[in-house]
């Protein structure tokens, strides 16, 4: 009977692979894919297009959350912008149930820092300061 129900998406985990750290995020985005076609057209007659599946093409993540600072996350990120060193890593994303219980996981493969940004600073707003991260993939899958 608790499968009838649509999971609700407040609670969920994100843990980089590379860092063997948990780390708390306001939202995640960008998992998802969209699956390009190809249009073939039949030679001789000239009334059919044939559409064929085509690569999968994935969005890149976004990760938001409250800005930290001396955060190894964000290093990591420096070092690509900086150093242009980049050391791709595999992101668990874990939605939880009410016992902190993965209800699904999916694995993202292959994640680079591509975008690291900060939102404005408001002097007649008293509201924490949220950092996006935006990392490119190769895919995920489910497990």
């Avoid at 985005?29 to 599946?53: A, C, M, Q, W, Y």
């Avoid at 409250?66 to 994303?93: H, R």
């Avoid at 009410?98 to 707003?125: C, G, Y």
């Amino acid at each position: 009977m608790s499968n009838s129900y649509p999971p609700l998406g407040f609670h969920f985990l994100v843990e980089f692979g590379n860092q063997k750290d948990e780390y708390q995020f306001q939202s995640v985005s960008g998992l998802s894919f969209n699956l390009g076609t190809e249009d073939i057209t039949e030679g001789g007659e000239n009334r059919f297009v044939h559409k064929l599946p085509g690569r999968p093409r994935y969005p890149n993540l976004i990760l938001k959350r409250g800005l930290l600072v001396n955060s190894a996350l964000i290093d990591w990120c420096k070092a690509g912008s900086e150093g242009f060193s980049f050391s791709p890593t595999d992101i668990i994303i874990k939605l939880l149930n009410k016992d902190h219980e993965p209800l699904m996981t999916w694995n993202v493969i292959h994640a680079w820092p591509v975008k690291w940004s900060v939102a404005e600073f408001n002097a007649e707003e008293s509201k924490i300061v949220i950092e996006s991260l935006e990392l490119s993939y190769s895919y995920f899958k489910t497990i």
